[in-house]
C-alpha cells in the first residue's frame, strides 16, 4: 500500500493589541492590531499558493481574525478547535501590563524565564502538553494528502518543534509558519517562515 503523506500548516497569528501595550498575553483574549490584520493578509496570500482544503483556528480572538484573512483568501470555512488554544502560562499575570506585573506581582514573574514553570493560577505545562499532542493526533486521523492550516500561537508552535524534534530556544514571528509532514507517527518540518531556532534531533528535519 502506498504511504498517504498528511500535510499541515501551522501558522502563529498577528501582531496584537496586547503586544504593543507590553501586556502579559497567554490566555488574555486580545484583537489583532491594524499591523497585525495587515500581517495576516500577508500569510494569506501566501497561503493562497499550498492548495490547502481544511482550515482550523484556536478559539481566541487574535486566531480568529488571523483566520478569517486566510478563509477569505482561500475560501474555506475555518474550523474551531477549543483545544488549539494558547497555553494560560501566565495565571494572575494574563492581560496585565509587565511594569504593572512586576510592581504587584514580582515573585511570579521571576518564574517566567522557565517556560515549564508554574505561575499562580497557570495551566501546568504537563497538562498543555498533553492536551496539544492529543488533540493534534486526533486531527492527524482526518487529515488528508491535500494541505490543511491550523492557525493557533507562539506557544503551540513552541511546543510542538520541542516535543515532536527537540527543538528548543526557539523565537516564533508574528504570522509565522511551518509545513508539518505526517506518516502515521513520523512527522516532517519544511517551509520555515518566521521562525529561528538552532537544531533538530527526534525526527527529520528539512
Same mark, same amino acid.
Given at each position: 500500500m ?17 503586544? +504593543? ?5 497567554g ?37 480568529q481574525?488571523?483566520?478569517?484573512? +486566510? ?6 470555512t475555518?474550523?474551531t ?62 487529515l ?11 506557544? +503551540?508552535?513552541?511546543?510542538l518543534?520541542n ?13 509565522a ?11 516532517? +518540518?519544511?517551509d ?15
Amino acid at each position: 500500500m502506498t504511504p498517504i503523506y498528511k500535510v499541515l500548516y501551522l501558522v502563529r497569528h498577528g501582531q496584537t493589541t496586547g503586544d +504593543i501595550e507590553d501586556r502579559f498575553g497567554g490566555s488574555y483574549d486580545d484583537h489583532l492590531t491594524p499591523h497585525g490584520r495587515e500581517q495576516s493578509k500577508e500569510v494569506a496570500r501566501a497561503l493562497q499558493l499550498i492548495g490547502a482544503e481544511s482550515l482550523y483556528a484556536s478559539p481566541l480572538i487574535r486566531a480568529q481574525e488571523t483566520a478569517a484573512a +486566510i478563509s477569505e483568501a482561500t475560501n474555506i470555512t475555518c474550523r474551531t478547535l477549543p483545544d488549539f488554544q494558547e497555553r494560560n502560562r501566565y495565571g494572575v499575570l494574563s492581560g496585565l501590563l509587565r511594569s504593572e506585573a512586576a510592581r504587584c506581582f514580582p515573585g511570579e514573574v521571576k518564574k517566567i524565564n522557565d517556560e515549564k514553570s508554574n505561575v499562580e493560577g497557570s495551566e501546568t505545562y504537563s497538562a498543555f502538553k498533553k492536551r496539544v499532542l492529543f488533540t493534534l493526533d486526533k486531527l492527524k486521523h482526518d487529515l488528508t494528502e491535500s494541505p490543511s492550516i491550523l492557525v493557533a500561537h507562539g506557544g +503551540i508552535i513552541r511546543l510542538l518543534l520541542n516535543e515532536l524534534f527537540d527543538i528548543q530556544h526557539v523565537k516564533v514571528g508574528d504570522c509565522a509558519y511551518f509545513k508539518l509532514t505526517v506518516l502515521d507517527d513520523i512527522y516532517e +518540518i519544511s517551509d520555515v517562515q518566521g521562525i529561528t531556532f538552532r537544531s533538530a534531533s527526534k525526527a527529520y528535519y528539512k
